[in-house]
């Protein structure tokens, strides 16, 4: 297909993602002063935009202000003012040893920029998602081309705008429309240096592959089915009110979000009953008006969670309205665990509660989920904690608690295996969007003629150094 004519948005055609690979060898995205301004600006604009922000993410997801401070807007604008504060440290090229046979050269690692990089993003927390990639594709000195959903249209268009306000387009620019169109377009016929994708398993499956066509590196920060696991010894009423927070917050749609709860068959009853019991003091006697409580984001999804429904015997919730996209906080009990609800990732407001009757059992539970991206165990016991933590491959999680690890930037935030590989946030974000190259140096002083042709007869000498 030649360039210009694919059925690539209105707003980024292919020249122009071309455009940001000669920007790119400008050199002009890479100096620390300019990152720095970027960053500035970007911090600037969001909080400038903050009520469009509100009103975008209510349109799409109905999500109140506060909300979208603590999971959207506060948390990019901490991610910005940790990269501008730590950016100079982050861009220092940091010494490195030198073994015994290449002494006394010095060595250095360097953080090159990857050039230019594209970030794909899912509807969920749109904003967040699309943007704290960004920062550190900033930060690392790249060019971008950004994808927000086009699922959550309203929150799109205010990315589109903010960042066609902000960067010339050939520095860093927003490609809108369906994903299954552009984003294949583009991959086919522009190599990006890295592509950053956050979604489903499927669409990055195929992202993947098309990334390996051109040997392009990636970012997959997919899904999963993330469990809860309340021990008998753990304090229950803690266990239900985190556990009803990380699953209902954004109406079950957070890639991290207890998708099931295993809980010791002993604590089963006081287990639904605390978290009836906090469903209700959090979302009130009808959520369907709760401020605090979001809807589903299209009647697709809508109707794929109510096929969940029939999955359990329903012990709070179920109530639903296809007109407002709404479905209450959900608790099912005496589910299969191999109804189709335990099958694929829930991410919706429906919480499957199974009772296990030994640890081994709840292992193998876990272990037919391979590969988290979350997960939660409610604990005392330090011993416990380490047998579940030591036994179980997942992304990130926590013990006695839900979600939170996420808004830690000290901790690396990935999925591994089928929940995805690489990982972003605070330094972390800035490594991923750049490079380690290193490079040793060797002064002229000191040069043994061993290291020269003859060889012959110095066996015992690079026995001795080369070990
Ligand atoms: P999705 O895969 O449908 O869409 C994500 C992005 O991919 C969108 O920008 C979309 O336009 C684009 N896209 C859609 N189809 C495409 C295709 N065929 N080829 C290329 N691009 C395409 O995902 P979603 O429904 O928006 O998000 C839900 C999933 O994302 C859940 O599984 C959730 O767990 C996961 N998720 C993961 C994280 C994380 O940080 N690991 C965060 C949020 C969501």
Redesign the pocket.
Known sequence: MPAGTSPVSQTVTLPEAAALRTFFATGATRGYRFRLEQLNKLKAALLAHEQAINEALYADLRKSPEEVWATELGLLLAEIKHAIRSLKKWMRPKRAGVNLVNLPSTAKIYRDPLGVVFI??????PLQ?ALVPLVGAIAGGNCALV?????APATAQLIGEIIAGLFPPEYIACVQG???VC??ALMKTFRFDHVF????????R??YELAASQLVPVTL????KSPAIVEADADIALAARRIVLGKFINAGQT??APDYVLVEQSKEKELLEQMVGYVQAFYGNDPAVSYDYSKIINTKRFDVLLGYLKDGTIVCGGEHNRENQFIAPTILKEVAPDSPIMRD?I?GPLLPVIRFASRKEAMAMVQQHEHP?AFYLFTKSAVVEAEWVNAIQF?GGCINNTDWHFTNPHLP???VGK??FGAYHGKHTFDTFTRAKPVMKTPGWFDPSIKYPSYKGKLWLFKKLFR
Not at 147 to 151: A, D, G, I, Q
């Open positions: 794909i993003a899912p509807w969920n927390y998602l994808k927000p959903s086009e699922l369906d994903g299954a984003v294949p994708y956050t979604g489903s398993i499927p669409v990055g195929s992202i920060e997919l899904g999963g890639c991290i990732e991410f991206l992304g935030f990935g999925g929940s995805g």
